[in-house]
């Protein structure tokens, strides 16, 4: 079936005016893809993990563009024309953050922090401060606001979940879609999108094990799903 379109991790496929089929790679890419690799079965656990997380999120008011599961690697999604943005919320200090501002891994934050992104490849996703995204009409005011707003619940929503389940959610990555002038929480919601720290060891449970060769790749995403579906 013809392609809409491929990312680096997922493959989307249209349906009816309305719907997408989103289908979940094993491929995995780093730093603006300078580093590529294979991690098998993460299409799988990418797929099951965002599917459950996309439910519970809806279950608590948060309205998203997922439908339904197709099959272990394939989601049925509503079209959204996406908003050029990657939206961070932190709630401690890692990855480009902590080496931004020269502060350790895992200092915690007086309060969780939402940072943008531009999503551009050929300029390697570069931060933008809201009043730029107003002043390049990428989003409005309005859109804005509720981004944020619908980023802080989803980080409470899911820090909780996570911490039920023995890790620690550290930050993580969204975007969202407009459809029919509402705002969605659209794009994936998993180990490749989100830092989380097992409680007890404090072992990187993500993509960062690829991101720093740390091994265990595949066992960690295999143990994230299997404490996501644990309930
Ligand atoms: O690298 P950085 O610290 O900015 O990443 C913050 C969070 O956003 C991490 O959970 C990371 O996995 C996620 N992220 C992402 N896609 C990107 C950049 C960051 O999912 N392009």
Known sequence: MEKLYEGKAKILYPEGPDTLRVYFKD????FNAQKRGLIPGKGVVNNKVSATLFRYLEAHGVRT???????????RVLRVEILPLE??????????????YGVKEGTP????LVEYSLKSDPLGDPLI????????????????????ATTLKVGELL?????????DLIDFKLEFGKRKGEILLADEISPDTMRLWDQKTGESMDKDRFRKDLGGVEEAYQEVLRRVLRG
């Open 27 to 30: 491929e995995a890419t780093a």
């Open 65 to 75: 563009h997922f439908l339904e599961e197709l099959s272990d690697r394939e989601m």
């Open 87 to 100: 939206v961070i919320l932190r709630f401690k200090a890692a990855g480009s953050f902590a080496k931004r």
């Open 109 to 112: 934050l007086r309060a969780p």
């Open 129 to 148: 401060c809201p009043e730029a995204i107003l002043a390049l009409g990428l989003a409005t005011e309005e859109e804005l606001s509720q981004v944020k």
């Open 159 to 167: 820090r909780d979940f996570f911490a039920q389940r023995g890790l």
